[in-house]
C-alpha cells in the first residue's frame, strides 16, 4: 500500500505486466497441510512471542479493540485524500466489512450498495512499537488467504499485509522516509504476492519511490485465492548488515540489505517501531498496472480472511553492541530508539513528526543508546526535546553520562512543569568535551519520587 499520493510509474507498470504475463512459476514444494483455524506459532527456541491474534470469537463480533483499531473513512485526518493511492472505497468499522467468521477467521470483505458506492475495511494495531532487539531479529507473520475471487469479477481487488514506521501516525505526510514493508500486496486476484520495502524520498530517491525496492512470487500447491498461505518478514539486526527477508511459506524469496540504500535512508527506515496494518483496497495505483477497476462486473463480498497475525522476536546471541560509530551524536536520535532502558515507557506523542516518545521519567530511570560516534572534533552543546506535567514543586535533571549509568555526568540540566505532558520544548545544556565513541546513558535524577519528564529526542552539537 502506497500512503503518499504519488502511483507507481509508467515504467513499473510495464515491467509488472510483463512479469505477470511471464509468470514466476517455481517448483513444487510439499507444504504441511494445516487446518483453516490454526493457532499462532509457538516461538522457536531462543525466540519469544511479542504479539499475537488467533481472531477467536463468535461470529458476526469485531476485532479485539485491546489489539486492534479501525482506520475509516477515506484518508487520515488531514492525510492524503483516499489514502495516497487513489483507491476508492470507504473504510468502516461494520461488521459487514470488518467481522471475525466463527471459525477462528478474521473476514475483511469490500461491499457494493445499491449506488455503486465500495466499502471495505482496514484495521492497525494499536502497537507501534515493533521493532527487533538490537542483535536480534523481529519476525511478522499472517497466515491469509486472498479473496476468493478471479478474472473479471475481481477486477480493482487489493488485498494487503503491511507495516508503516510509527512516525508515520499523526504526521501523514512523511512517507516514505519512515518505511514502509509490504509483506503481502495482491491485485485483480492473480495467484501472485508481491513485497516491498519502502524508504528514502519520492519520487525516485535511493529506493526508487513509489516503486520500491520489492520482489515477487506465486503461491504454490494451492493458489493464493484458493487456500491458506503464510506471509512473512523478518527484521535481522544479528549480523554486521541489517536485512529485510521477505517470505511465502517459509520460502524466503526476496531480501533488502542495509547496504542498498545510504546509512542515513536505512536509519530513518528502522529507528523507530513500526505498526502493522490489514486491509482490502477497491482500485488503486496498483490494480491500475493491471487493468484498473473496480467496475460493473466486479462481485463485491469476497474476503481476505486472517487466520492468525503474530510478532515474534529473538534476542540474539553474542555480542549486542552495535558496530562502532552506528550512531551519529548530530544527527537526531530518537528517544524510543534505545538499546535498553529501566523505568520508562513508550507512548504515542503529539509533538511535530508523530511517532513516539519515552514517558514516565522519575528518579532513577535511565535508557541507553550504543555506538554514539562523536567524532574527533568535542562534542560541547547537548538538546533535549522534553515535556512535563508534573505538579508544581516537582523538577528534575536530564542527565548525560558516558560508558555507564554510573558515571559522572558529562551535562545536565533542569526540566519542571512545562505546561503539560505533551506540551514540548528543545532545551539545551552544555557538556564537557566529548570525542570518540561512546555508549551514552540519558538518565533522570530528582528530589521526588514523582515522574518528571517526557523525552521526544536528543542531539549533540559542536
Keep these: 500500500m502506497r500512503p503518499t499520493s504519488h502511483r507507481r510509474s509508467p515504467a ?3 515491467v509488472i505486466a510483463v512479469l505477470s504475463t511471464l509468470g514466476l512459476a ?9 487446518p483453516a483455524d490454526a493457532s499462532a506459532p509457538p516461538p522457536p527456541a531462543g525466540w519469544s512471542t511479542v504479539f499475537s491474534d488467533d ?4 461470529a458476526g463480533s469485531g476485532v479485539n479493540t485491546a489489539n486492534w ?20 472505497e470507504t473504510m468502516t468499522s461494520a461488521t459487514s466489512n470488518v467481522s471475525l467468521d466463527g471459525a477462528g477467521n478474521l473476514r475483511i470483505t469490500p461491499q457494493r450498495d445499491a449506488s455503486g458506492h465500495w466499502t471495505s475495511g482496514r484495521v492497525e494495531t494499536r502497537r507501534s512499537d515493533f521493532q527487533p532487539p538490537a542483535g536480534g531479529t523481529l519476525r511478522i507473520e499472517a497466515r491469509l488467504r486472498m479473496p476468493d475471487v478471479t478474472g473479471p469479477a475481481a477486477k480493482g481487488y487489493w488485498p494487503a499485509f503491511w507495516a508503516l514506521g510509527a512516525p508515520f501516525r499523526g504526521n501523514w505526510w512523511n512517507w516514505p522516509g519512515i518505511g514502509e514493508l509490504d509483506v503481502m500486496e495482491n491485485v485483480q486476484g492473480l495467484n501472485n504476492n508481491w513485497s516491498t520495502m519502502h524508504c528514502g524520498t519520492s519520487p525516485g530517491g535511493p529506493c526508487n519511490e513509489t516503486t520500491g525496492i520489492g520482489g515477487q512470487k506465486a503461491c504454490d500447491g494451492t493458489t493464493c485465492q484458493g487456500g491458506f498461505h503464510t506471509y ?3 527484521w535481522d539486526r544479528s549480523g554486521p548488515t541489517e536485512q529485510m527477508r521477505f517470505s511465502l511459506d517459509g520460502v524466503t ?8 540504500v545510504d546509512a542515513t535512508t536505512w536509519a530513518n527506515a528502522t529507528n523507530h517501531g513500526y505498526f502493522v496494518i490489514l486491509n482490502v483496497a477497491m482500485g488503486g495505483g496498483f490494480p491500475d498496472a493491471f487493468g484498473g477497476g473496480p467496475d460493473a462486473g466486479t462481485q463485491p463480498g469476497h474476503s481476505l480472511l486472517v487466520d492468525y497475525v503474530t510478532v515474534q522476536q529473538s534476542a540474539g546471541s553474542g555480542s549486542t553492541t ?3 560509530g552506528s550512531r551519529d551524536a548530530y544527527g537526531t536520535v530518537q528517544a524510543e530508539s534505545y538499546d535498553q532502558q529501566s523505568g520508562l515507557t513508550k507512548e504515542t506523542t503529539t509533538d511535530s513528526g508523530g511517532g513516539q516518545d519515552l514517558g514516565s521519567a522519575a528518579n532513577g530511570d535511565w535508557a541507553l543508546y550504543k555506538g554514539v560516534n562523536f567524532g574527533t572534533t568535542p562534542a560541547r552543546q547537548f538538546s533535549a526535546r522534553v515535556a512535563g506535567g508534573a505538579a508544581g514543586g516537582v523538577s528534575g535533571l536530564v542527565e548525560v ?6 558515571a559522572a555526568p558529562v551535562g545536565s540540566f533542569s526540566v519542571a512543569n512545562t505546561g503539560g505532558w505533551q506540551s514540548w520544548r528543545t532545551v539545551p545544556a552544555n557538556i564537557s568535551g566529548v570525542t570518540g565513541t561512546h555508549d551514552v546513558y540519558v538518565t533522570f535524577s530528582s528530589g521526588q519520587p514523582a515522574d518528571f519528564v517526557n523525552l521526544n529526542w536528543f542531539t549533540f552539537g559542536r
Design 12 to 14: 513499473r507498470r510495464a
Design 26 to 34: 517455481a517448483a513444487s514444494a510439499a507444504l504441511v497441510a494445516l
Design 55 to 58: 481472531f477467536d470469537g463468535p
Design 69 to 88: 483499531q479501525y482506520t475509516t473513512g477515506t484518508s487520515y485526518p488531514g492525510g492524503p485524500a483516499n489514502f495516497g493511492t487513489g483507491e476508492v
Design 232 to 234: 512473512a518478514v523478518e
Design 253 to 260: 524469496f526476496h531480501t533488502v540489505n542495509q547496504n542498498q
Design 322 to 324: 552495535p558496530p562502532a
Design 401 to 406: 553520562r558516558l560508558d555507564s549509568p554510573a
